[in-house]
């Protein structure tokens, strides 16, 4: 009896830029297609479907992941995109996916899940209230002292102002604890089950798909900083 041959994997690709320059250029789509195109072809997929967006990260509403969600649910195929951890600070978009009951598959990050995907979106929400929150209250103490905010956001003022610079500082400061403290639960499970080194535990955090607080990944100093905001040692039983 000769048995039929697995189908091959279907992908919906979906891609996304956020401002429309890089959508005219297509310099931001480029990269993302040929990441997705050579992973599909490395697993023997067909792409089934592909689906862009030009749009702000903040924005909550994506009509094209929609479109692309429904025809991973109608087909059964996996929803891909070339950099989950790219997208990790949007809750929006990762609560999106998780939600959606579509199976998805990130090419720089294969091993996320549901799991992933939700503690991701509940930092990225801590971490952009905390943002949001420590920035007001630093550009209203600097405006208080009479510092003249000429730049929009006040970023680049704060840095000229002296004071302001100290509340700016402050303020990352700040949000770098918010986001220690984020994390401190996953912490909490590596160390129970056994991971206490700081090579270990990056490994961990990396594997679970956490970023550190500028998105990248853990590396040993990282974690031995991330320990050091959580009041644990970073060099008595924690060396690499």
Do not use: C
């Amino acid at each position: 009896m000769v048995r039929e041959a697995a189908p091959s994997p279907r992908f919906v690709a979906y891609e996304r830029v956020s401002t429309a320059r890089q959508g005219r250029s297509g310099l931001g789509f480029e990269a993302q297609r040929k990441a997705i195109d050579d992973f599909a072809a490395s697993r023997g997929a067909d792409v089934i479907g592909r689906f862009t967006e030009v749009e702000s990260g903040r924005r909550a509403d994506r009509p094209e992941l929609a479109k692309a969600l429904d025809l991973a649910r109608l087909t059964g195929a996996t929803l891909i995109i070339a950099k989950l951890d790219r997208l990790s600070r949007n809750a929006a978009f990762l609560l999106t996916l998780r939600d959606s009951g579509a199976r998805f598959l990130a090419v720089d990050m294969p091993e996320a899940n549901d799991l992933t995907v939700g503690i991701m979106a509940l930092v990225a929400q801590q971490e952009r209230e905390a943002i949001s929150r420590r920035t007001k209250e630093a550009l209203a103490a600097a405006k208080a002292r009479g510092v003249k905010l000429g730049n929009p956001n006040g970023a680049a003022a704060l840095r000229r102002a002296g004071k302001g610079g100290v509340a700016l500082r402050a303020a990352v400061a700040a949000n770098a604890d918010e986001h220690a403290a984020a994390l401190a639960p996953v912490i909490a499970k590596l160390q129970a089950e056994g991971v206490t080194t700081l090579r270990g535990i990056a490994d961990g955090l990396n594997g679970l798909g956490m970023l550190t607080r500028r998105g990248g990944r853990w590396q040993v100093s990282n974690v031995r900083n991330l320990l050091m905001r959580l009041g644990q040692p970073s060099e008595v039983g924690f060396s690499g």
